[in-house]
């Protein structure tokens, strides 16, 4: 089947601005006719469009593969909080640190923050179901905010976030009532028709998380409140950090990035790093240079001084220098040789 892609502008959260993934590997592989695929959903995810009675769900939808696949979904997040769950085969999936082949009636759960990835390189033959809840933050520290159409009770939901919150467990061994629920996600998936099932879909969702809370209210589950501490969203901004150091921060980007303020986020980075933030940024931007001075010797010093975000090349060959007690020119030099 041929799934589309809307091209829908980026969304506001909290009043950050956010872009939804767009899965274009399993659109590609539904459009080669790879796999079977239906997905409803919003914003840049692909599928047919969700309509307003859902606001809240991003995307919804399964992938059926019943031959070898070339395709998988590298690392990534989403906006909000995604339950996966696989039907039959296996399906290779990393979160964080932890790789895992998922099995029948395993269910994932992963957070806003927390980094993922189906296949290692290429997802497994399989039915794969998943659903994405907005609920309105991005960082551990942020309160979480349900639908309103999430009709659980203010005490069960208050638990049941409570457990998601401040436990990183992540991959569960479910039982036939989750395996029905999902099958029965799918069917009413199949059927929908411009909304039609949307009733049926907030009650099937409805009932997933009570069956979720179910299987996570029990005396194994370790409860940690430090999971919620600003510090640990300040952690993981420095972390992602890496991989956009040539994008143009200042303080008020970089705690505005984080969800905190810029007092808070320069307190936590102290303590974190023993740098303030620009300090920091600084650091990171010159260990960056000195690994593409290496690796890139026909690049010029203003090339290598964009690359890691320094406006002039002169003014990256000062802080250079003030770092390395050297020019960029005589690393390379030195270094290469």
Same mark, same amino acid.
């Given at each position: ?156 939901? =208050?638990? $049941?976030?409570?457990? /998601? ?6 991959? +569960?061994? %479910?039982?036939?009532? !989750?395996? *029905? ?20 879909? =907030?009650? $099937?969702?409805?009932? /997933? ?6 299987? +996570?209210? %029990?005396?194994?589950? !370790?409860? *940690? ?113």
């Amino acid at each position: 089947m041929k799934q589309s892609i809307q091209e829908i502008q980026p969304y506001r959260a909290g009043g950050i601005v956010y872009h939804a993934d767009k899965c274009l590997p399993l659109v590609d592989a539904a459009n080669r006719k790879k796999i079977k695929a239906k997905m409803l959903s919003r914003h840049t995810y692909p599928g047919d469009r969700l309509d307003d009675n859902t606001l809240g769900l991003n995307s919804i939808g399964y992938w059926d593969a019943h031959e070898p696949q070339d395709w998988g979904l590298d690392w990534h997040r989403n906006e909000g909080i995604e339950f996966h769950f696989l039907e039959s085969g296996t399906m290779p999936y990393s979160q964080e640190n932890r790789e895992e082949i998922l099995k029948p009636d395993y269910l994932t759960i992963t957070r806003p923050w927390e980094v993922h990835k189906v296949g290692n390189p290429y997802v497994g033959m399989g039915k794969f179901y998943w659903v994405i809840i907005d609920l309105g933050v991005r960082r551990p520290h942020q309160a979480w905010t349900w639908p309103d159409w999430i009709t659980l009770t203010p005490n069960d939901l =208050r638990r $049941l976030t409570t457990i /998601l919150r401040q436990n990183e467990k992540s991959i +569960l061994k %479910t039982n036939k009532e !989750v395996r *029905n629920c999902f099958i029965n996600i799918g069917k009413a998936l199949d059927q929908d028709k411009l909304g039609s099932n949307t009733s049926k879909i =907030r009650v $099937l969702i409805n009932y /997933l998380l009570i069956l979720i809370l179910d299987l +996570l209210n %029990t005396d194994d589950i !370790v409860l *940690n409140e430090s999971l919620t501490e600003s510090s640990r969203s300040v952690n993981f901004f420095l972390k992602e950090l890496e991989n956009s150091l040539a994008e143009n921060w200042n303080i008020d980007l970089m705690s505005h990035s984080a969800g905190v303020g810029v007092t808070r986020f320069t307190y936590h980075c102290k303590q974190l790093t023993n740098l303030t933030p620009m300090r920091y940024l600084m650091m990171r931007r010159v260990e960056m240079s000195k690994k593409i001075l290496l690796e890139s010797g026909d690049f010029t010093i203003t090339e290598v001084a964009y690359q890691c975000g320094f406006t002039t090349g002169q003014y990256f060959s000062s802080v250079f220098k003030k770092h390395e007690k050297c020019t960029p020119n005589q690393y390379r030099k030195k270094n290469l040789n």
